[in-house]
């Protein structure tokens, strides 16, 4: 019989909510802030990875596709 292990996980917290980075960083011109939300092929990084809650996840994600719309940010790294 396989016996499992449980893993432990560490806590994931919202960078926000924390006072650690203050909300105003979220802006389509802060492009260097928002590509760390941002994987190597361009997908915007889910919110259960980063730990960043429901609300600023949207105000990240509408900031990025702002930032692509206006080619601050491409939507792809790679051809």
Same mark, same amino acid.
């Given at each position: 019989?396989?016996?499992?292990?449980?893993?432990?996980?560490?806590?994931?917290?919202?960078?926000?909510?924390?006072?650690?980075?203050?909300?105003?960083?979220?802006? +389509?011109? *802060? +492009?260097? +802030?928002?590509?760390?939300?941002?994987?190597?092929?361009?997908?915007?990084?889910?919110?259960?990875?980063?730990?960043?809650? *429901?609300?600023?996840?949207?105000?990240?994600?509408?900031?990025?596709?702002?930032?692509? +719309?206006?080619?601050?940010?491409?939507?792809?790294?790679?051809?």
């Amino acid at each position: 019989m396989a016996t499992w292990r449980l893993r432990g996980s560490k806590k994931k917290y919202c960078p926000f909510t924390s006072k650690k980075i203050p909300v105003e960083f979220i802006d +389509f011109k *802060n +492009f260097r +802030f928002l590509r760390k939300y941002i994987t190597e092929t361009g997908k915007i990084v889910p919110s259960r990875i980063t730990g960043v809650k *429901n609300i600023y996840q949207h105000m990240l994600a509408r900031e990025i596709k702002y930032a692509r +719309f206006l080619a601050l940010i491409p939507y792809c790294d790679r051809h």
